[in-house]
């Protein structure tokens, strides 16, 4: 899986972590019953606070995407599934407003404003 | 996909060396020591140290023995060829391995063959003559075989790696920093028989201990390291972030690296382990590319600086080659910190 922050952005490094997650989840890279790596290795990889790695995969937990257990660390559930279905709808989306010259922000908006 | 002829000349040399002529020396000797049943004591000789003959069996043990172990090493040696080079793919870990099988074979059957012949006419076994010379010889002997047996094969390698594909650096804005982290395990198939082994051998490890004989505890010994072993070659973390490349089993130990500043090349390529690297494993091919050959298939090949590859097999390994060669590119333009 792959994890990518910047830090020149204005989202914050643990919401970068989270989204890298749901990337991967929907790229089919993740399975349910995949581990994710420990927030320790994350950390010292992306040269970024344990915590702020912690708080992505509170985050995650929230959603219901991974499941924390002692020992076992962050472990992928079944609610991944439905992120890899989408995969390849949301690529051709993407490669649509692409071709179309849409602005990834402005499909982002287009598309949580249709989902409300 | 089809042998070409090449490798359909080199697979019926290493038929014939690696396995025929063994399986007709291995007959050969059987034959020869069932004649000599009558001449030979009821229990003879079966293993030397350096002041004379310490172990003793029956006689009949002995050509069965070499049946057994004889045509179960050319069996093992033709197994692993056959279902190793299935694809139509050849390299020299192959020739080395029919030359190994002949060598092997000789030293075994040749050995035997003559601390049996020695004990004709003796009335007790432990009248056996000493045979260290004899031993040396039949060294030699398998040595020298194994080396014809070398070069009577043809060399022959498929590009098994011209598939290897450079990849398109993963876009990386400037400050942006990523980590890919992937486990990778060996195929299932594999663990199955390598789980079955060490608990057949943990069980003989009970039933020698209740034996009573004192063999145990080096049993005991073999079946730890086995399994530790096991436990650190089955399954690897392989990551790359800014620093390189690092796989590494879970325990943290063994753990194999490629700094970053050391990445010249990156590509995907697709493995096939019989032929390029000789089996599965932590290896080392013959052109010097060190490997982590967990299966077959797709894996991750970093070359060095000093033009040495570094294979590990690991799905998705595009995204990994995709981002080491964008780090590696970074690092190459950035003064180093």
């Known amino acids: ?116 | 996909m089809t042998a070409s002829a090449d490798v359909r000349t080199a697979r019926h040399r290493f038929l014939l060396v690696g396995c025929a002529l063994p399986a007709a020396f291995t007959v050969i000797a059987v034959v020869l020591m069932l004649s000599w049943l009558p001449e030979v004591p009821a229990t003879v000789a079966t293993h030397w140290n350096g002041s004379g003959p310490d172990g003793f069996g029956p006689a009949w043990t002995v050509p069965l023995g070499t049946a057994v172990v004889g045509l179960g090493l050319v069996a093992l040696f033709a197994a692993i060829m056959l279902t190793g080079t299935r694809g139509g793919q050849w390299g020299p870990m192959l020739r080395l391995l029919g030359a190994l099988s002949i060598g092997t074979n000789v030293l075994i059957v040749v050995g035997i063959t003559w601390s049996f012949g020695m004990q004709r006419g003796l009335a007790d076994a432990h009248d056996a003559p000493d045979i260290g010379l004899q031993f040396m010889v039949c060294a030699v002997l398998a040595l020298a075989t194994g080396f014809v047996g070398w070069l009577v094969q043809p060399n022959v390698t498929t590009d098994g790696r011209t598939p290897a594909r450079t990849v398109e650096p993963l876009h990386l804005a400037a400050g942006e920093r990523a980590v890919w982290v992937r486990t990778t395990a060996m195929n299932r198939t594999g663990v199955i028989v390598i789980v079955v082994s060490i608990l057949a051998l943990a069980i003989g490890t009970v039933v020698v201990a209740a034996s009573g004989s004192t063999a145990w505890w080096v049993m005991l010994g073999v079946t730890v390291l086995l399994a530790l072993l096991a436990l650190t070659t089955l399954v690897f973390r392989v990551r790359v972030d800014d620093r390189g490349l690092v796989v590494r089993s879970p325990l943290g130990i063994p753990r194999f690296q490629v700094p970053i500043d050391d990445v010249e090349a990156v590509a995907v390529t697709s493995v096939q382990p019989t032929a390029e690297f000789g089996g599965w494993g932590i290896r080392l091919a013959p052109d010097g590319t060190f490997g982590i050959v967990l299966r077959a298939g797709e894996a991750l090949q970093v070359t060095r600086r000093n033009g040495r590859r570094f294979v590990v097999t690991v799905d998705d390994a595009a995204t990994a080659a995709a981002l080491l060669e964008a780090l590696s590119a970074r690092a190459r333009l950035e003064p180093p910190r």
């Not at chain 1, 949301?90 to 692409?98: E, Q």
């Open chain 1, 1 to 116: 899986m792959l994890i990518r922050v910047d830090p020149a952005s204005d989202t914050p490094i643990f919401a970068q972590i989270a989204a890298s997650v749901h990337a991967d989840a929907a790229a089919g890279r993740l399975r349910a019953g995949d581990r994710l790596p420990s927030a320790r290795d994350v950390a010292s990889s992306l040269g970024v606070n344990l915590h702020t790695v912690l708080r992505a995969y509170q985050l995650l937990r929230d959603e219901g995407l991974v499941d924390m257990r002692r020992g076992r660390g962050a472990v992928v559930t079944e609610a991944v599934e439905p992120l890899a279905q989408l995969h390849h709808d949301i690529t051709a989306l993407v490669a649509r407003a692409r071709t179309l010259g849409l602005a990834a922000d402005t499909l982002a908006a287009l598309v949580k404003e249709t989902y409300r």
